[in-house]
């Protein structure tokens, strides 16, 4: 079966995050009031073919820690949409 | 009150998503079976301070429509956590 699975990658929290630093000043910029903090991370959907979710949640974890995520920078979320 | 929204950005499903292919390949090629696709966006969280929920979400509205997502190759959709 076909599993939809959304990874989310994200700057460590205890990290600086110059990308989000210059969306909020391109927002505030714009006029925009009220927004305090931006992060920016990535946002990744695998199609994966596997026997169970279980096996396909494996796929998933094992794909975040070989090459979507670089944990000294980011940590990841997975989760599995269906 | 500071509200925490969460926008999720990704390249519009008739297109071509140059860097998810690649990524694509590189899981192949580090062995992992099953994945079939991969489309990579970005996942932005906002901190907005707002006198409510409702305003929160528009100002990431208005953010996601100016700056953060290029309707031309992207969708946006936008999540409050709390």
Redesign the interface.
Known sequence: M?YNVQI???PLKDLLDPQ?KA?LG??LN?G???????????????????DSED??KQ?AE??SK???ANPVMEFYEIEMIN
């Not at 990535?42 to 199609?47: A, F, G």
């Open positions: 076909t989310k990658v994200m989000g969306v391109g927002l714009l925009l009031k009220g927004v305090e903090e931006v992060r920016i991370g990535k946002h990744i959907t695998l199609q994966i073919d596997a096996a396909a796929v094992e794909a070989k090459l979507l």
